[in-house]
Nanobody
Framework: VQLQASGGGLVQAGGSLRLSCAAS????????MGWFRQAPGKERDFVAA???????TYYADSVKGRFTISGDNANTVYLQMNLLKPEDTAVYYC????????????????WGQGTLVTVSS
């Protein structure tokens, strides 16, 4: 499975961005997909995830109410990010999982290359 993420960029605080991630290859085995982010000098943190069987979504407390995850055909995932804050600045990674536990990075089998989101104050 290959993942291609896009949509990052520079935005002012309070602005919006939409990230996209398309999976290709053996995507029939997908249980769900998610987004993680990693700021400089910090660990990779969970942001949001979607379970394909019933479109259940999961969010980190820090983004709840501002970010929305959605998907198409169990192989494309989007992250709509509104009311962005400088602390949202990070490289955002999409990931593909074949099993439960979508909040845990160790549960993901494939990762995209990352897309940089920079929020200026």
């Amino acid at each position: 499975v290959q993942l291609q993420a896009s949509g990052g960029g520079l935005v002012q605080a309070g602005g919006s961005l939409r990230l996209s991630c398309a999976a290709s290859g053996r995507t029939f085995s997908s249980y769900g997909m998610g987004w993680f982010r990693q700021a400089p000098g910090k660990e990779r943190d969970f942001v949001a995830a979607i379970r394909w069987s019933d479109d259940t979504t999961y969010y980190a407390d820090s983004v709840k109410g501002r970010f929305t995850i959605s998907g198409d055909n169990a192989n494309t995932v989007y992250l709509q990010m509104n009311l962005l804050k400088p602390e949202d600045t990070a490289v955002y990674y999409c990931a593909f999982s074949t099993s439960a536990g979508l909040r845990e990075p160790s549960r993901y089998d494939y990762w995209g290359q990352g897309t940089l989101v920079t929020v200026s104050s």
